[in-house]
């Protein structure tokens, strides 16, 4: 990222109302609405099968999974979402790197 779209996008940030409990202030910031960034939120994909997710193999790993995305849009897993069905129900956190991703059109052609 340029310094100048960092710039630009803290002066696009606006600061909410501070809430305070005890000794802890937190300071609600907001972005820019109008955001260019087109995405479906894993579980629309999910329900309209833009996406599939599977066991990575027959035998499975715990913490991995493999997504197809065939739609034409970006899709957010968001920390904390859980992803249903394969062997068990996993939770995504944070610190995920178990998602193996696969392109629609590297894999299926157009």
Do not use: H, W
């Not at 990222?1 to 960092?6: A, L």
């Not at 803290?10 to 909410?16: E, F, H, V």
Request: proline letters at 4%; one cysteine or more; aromatic letters at 4%.
């Amino acid at each position: 990222m340029k310094t100048e779209n960092r710039m630009t996008t803290l002066a696009d940030l606006t600061i909410g109302n501070p809430k305070t409990v005890l000794n802890l202030t937190a300071v609600p910031l907001s972005g820019n609405p109008a955001s260019t960034l087109d995405y479906l939120l894993i579980d629309e994909a999910l329900e309209t099968k833009k996406v599939i997710v599977e066991e990575v193999s027959e035998g499975g790993s715990v913490p991995e999974l493999r997504m197809t995305n065939f739609a034409n849009k970006c899709v957010l897993i968001v920390d904390g979402t859980e992803l249903v069905g394969a062997k068990q129900n996993r939770i995504v956190n944070g610190i995920s790197q178990g998602i193996e991703l696969f392109d629609r059109e590297a894999t299926f052609g157009k």
